[in-house]
């Protein structure tokens, strides 16, 4: 078991383009969730999921996010039209399911030129 | 106001000190979560509960469903303890954090 894995642990891009990240949980666990940090702040929730079913997004989570889990195994988060306030840590956790102990990754740091 | 309150927002301690962090909330939970986060790090996990108190070496975690409020304790505090602790309530909810720094 090699833990909660995210990729690419940085990500620099230009406003407008679109940036995808991934989140490969550990095995056994149902349940996976996406948070956001900004510097100097606790992490903020956007979504998470039950296996493949998609439970409940935060309301900031706008048009431009979106995120998946297809075979409730691994996640991606999609930011379409990036923009500078998007910067920050997304941060992914994985838990068994019902809510046990949280496990996470080591976010993937995305910067906004 | 924040639906998960901690203070202080940072502590600064000598080595060897007693360390209480709060946590007050105000929503209905199932579970209460501590986590702990180095500069640039990732977040571990340090402890959840519903009631009650755990211990985990020189961490002690205690919870008052009643009053919406938990604390976190640090015995014989260390420079290695110096990081954020977030409180967090049903893995939604996050307080701010508090800044520790230990100095030796």
């Known amino acids: 078991d090699t833990g909660v894995s995210q990729n690419p642990r940085h990500k620099i891009t230009k406003r407008g383009q679109n940036v995808t990240f991934r989140c490969d949980p550990i095995?056994?666990?149902?349940?996976l969730y996406w948070y956001r940090q900004t510097l100097g702040q606790g992490p903020e929730f956007l979504t998470y999921f039950q296996n493949e079913a998609q439970l409940e997004k935060s309301r900031l989570l706008s048009d431009r996010f979106s995120a998946e889990r297809p075979k409730g195994s691994f996640s991606t988060l999609e930011i379409q039209r990036t923009e500078q306030g998007d910067s920050a840590m997304y941060l992914c956790?994985?838990?068994?399911?019902?809510?046990?102990?949280?496990?996470f990754g080591e976010g993937s740091r995305l910067t906004v030129l | 106001k924040n639906e998960v309150e901690q203070s202080p927002q940072n502590l600064t301690a000598q080595e060897g000190e007693f360390i209480t962090i709060n946590c007050s909330y105000s929503v209905g939970i199932s579970a209460l979560h501590w986590l702990q986060q180095h500069p640039g790090g990732g977040i571990v996990s340090l402890f959840m509960l519903s009631s009650g108190k755990k211990k985990h070496g020189r961490l002690i975690a205690t919870i008052n469903i009643q009053e919406k409020h938990s604390s976190l304790h640090i015995t014989a505090s260390h420079p290695r303890d110096s990081a954020v602790y977030i409180c967090a309530v049903d893995k939604l909810i996050f307080g701010t954090g508090t800044r520790l720094q230990v100095f030796p």
């Open positions: 095995s056994e666990h149902n349940r």
């Open positions: 956790a994985s838990s068994p399911l019902g809510f046990g102990e949280l496990f």
